[in-house]
């Protein structure tokens, strides 16, 4: 009798996959914001950025409708998570939709609301940054040019503390624009690494804390290993915990006397009020370039009150009012005739834009002035345009005030109260205020030791300061 052959068995190998974490995910899920100290370098205008800890929430803003910032914010989000652990981006959440699918990590958004206008027929956007974001945002980076700069500052309008900035030219001009995209690896672990432990620091640090709580783990006695004694000093010795929380994956830090440098950029703060002198929500909101008062639509000319810490100053007829800070005194205001001022002046300038007169001249007035404008009623009712940072907020009607003053900048010693106590962390000769800046080389290394070189630069190469006519550029 014939036996049938038996077929081998078919060995099959099981597989398993996961899905790729293309996640969007809310705010509230991320850790609180880490708050750096700035502190005064000797010999240097720019001050010293020190993380408490190592900072784990960007911020990534980017110049909209282009290729090219799409790619690049992928790629440094790609390489930042792949090389510094714990680290999460928050975006919104346009950027959002068009990101996470490339991402293979969760990506944090946060949608757009709309705040009342005092006109009933509009309404202005105001992010939900204005109630979250800053409480979550250690660190904004941006790709383009000034405009993506400056739409990273508003939306933090609201907010008294804005976090360190850190900005890629990749737009149209780029002015405030410190660093070129091909160095953002560089950039990035200067700015990261800044404030942490030298190498040796770190090592007689635990080497110290071993030696400290040796004695005092409890549940142990006689000799006790190395590997126990660094296990319970980094969960219960707070100080351990940050000197040894940098990756020394990393490479060795420079020390605390070699930092990121970063230039405060002064801000204004600016409040609308009614007829009755009734301040309108929110209380104020902050501009990093300019506050614009104009005519909008209309084809009449604005006739504004304009008064300086409750003195009245003039009454102008003109296509409208620019209130700047000195960042923003290179843009807007110089085309309408403005003066340059240097970032690290504390000051305001008013500049008239097209005055119906050959007499009103733009001035440079004390950051500590208050500059109120009223608009006065004789255009048949009309009101003006209200502009900040290129956003319009408010609608202006006949009777209602624009009042404009500067925002503390300063050691926390020398500033009155306010809201520039609003982190409520280091000590009174840390600096506190404005927009801080992350500028080119470190603190401590003898480059550029006045810090003026980014501002000088830019004069000469993007504006052509007193440039000869004829030559060619």
Known sequence: MKVPRRKPAIRTRCFSTTARRQ?????????????????????NDLLSLQWPRPLRNILLVKKEGTRETREAVGEFARHIHDTYPGISFITDSASAQELHSSLPFPIYAFPNLDWPSSSSSSTTTIHASTFSLPL??????????????????????????????????????????????????RAFRELYMSGAPSSRASVMAREDSRS??????????????????HSYSSTNNPALKTVGSWPSSLGASLGPTRTARVLLRNRLRVSISSPTGTTLSPPHLHALNEIILHRGASPHLTHLSISISGRHLTSAVADGLIISTPTGSTAYSLSA?????????????????????????????????????????????????????????EGVGVGMGVRVWGEGVGRRRDLKGGDEDVDGVGDANDWVGGVPCVMRGRAGDGEGASGDEGWVGGLNGLLKFNYPFGEEG
């Open 23 to 43: 996640e969007i995910r809310g705010l509230t899920e991320l850790p609180e914001r880490v708050v750096p100290r700035y502190h005064e370098t000797k010999g």
């Open 136 to 185: 979550k945002t250690d660190l904004i980076t941006t790709f383009g040019g000034d405009g993506t700069l400056l739409r990273a500052s508003s939306l933090f309008a609201i907010a008294p503390s804005v976090p360190p900035i850190i900005s890629f030219s990749m737009g149209t001009l780029g002015f405030l624009n410190e660093w070129k995209f091909a160095e953002y690896k």
């Open 212 to 229: 400290e709580t040796a004695a005092i783990v409890p549940g142990q006695s006689g000799p006790i290993s190395s590997n126990a004694v």
């Open 337 to 393: 005739g403005g003066s340059i001022v240097h970032p690290l002046v504390k000051g305001i300038v008013l500049t008239p834009i097209c005055a119906r007169s050959l007499s009103f001249r733009p001035l440079v007035l004390p950051g500590e002035a208050g500059v109120e404008v009223g608009v006065v009623g004789d255009r048949g009712g009309e009101g003006v345009e209200v502009s900040i940072d290129g956003v319009r907020r």
